[in-house]
């Protein structure tokens, strides 16, 4: 399943993340992919404030993962790929713990480097900009591309989200 939606602000891709976050549960893997600066981690944020997590969310850039308690049986882990160079490199973050440890919610930026590596069902969500005729960025294109059939169901269960919400 295949989801198209344009966000005209960094406050309606966070609130697309905290309504994403009512259809992900433990064990599930997001992967973000997209440009420098096209909105991620405002995502990841909405995902986490969803999760009722009250911690400064920022992208784990130089630290590459970052871990959260969202309660007593559950982890919030916010990895960023951005330095890596190749899956190689995967094997000395300790990512691996979490991908299947089926406790852990876990999102990936820059998550299209590792997806052939990654052997579990994942929901890719790619951001990217919308240029006006002034040539600035002004909107962001997300799209919601799902990997397997259980991902479809959470995807069609996150569209009724939306329309409810007339998004």
Known sequence: MRIEIISNSSIFT????KKLSRVISKGDIVLFSGELGGGKTTFISGIAE?????ENLSSPSFTILNEYSIDNWRKFIHADLYRLENTGEINGIGLDDYLYDDISIVCIEWGDKIKD???????EINLSYLIDKSNIPTKRK???NSSSQYWDLRLA?????LEK???
């Open 142 to 144: 997300i799209i919601f």
């Open 117 to 123: 590596y990654i052997e579990k069902e994942y929901l």
């Open 50 to 54: 969803g999760f009722d997590l009250k």
């Open 14 to 17: 966070k609130n697309l993340g």
């Open 157 to 161: 269960r996150f569209k009724k989200i």
């Open 165 to 167: 919400s007339g998004e």
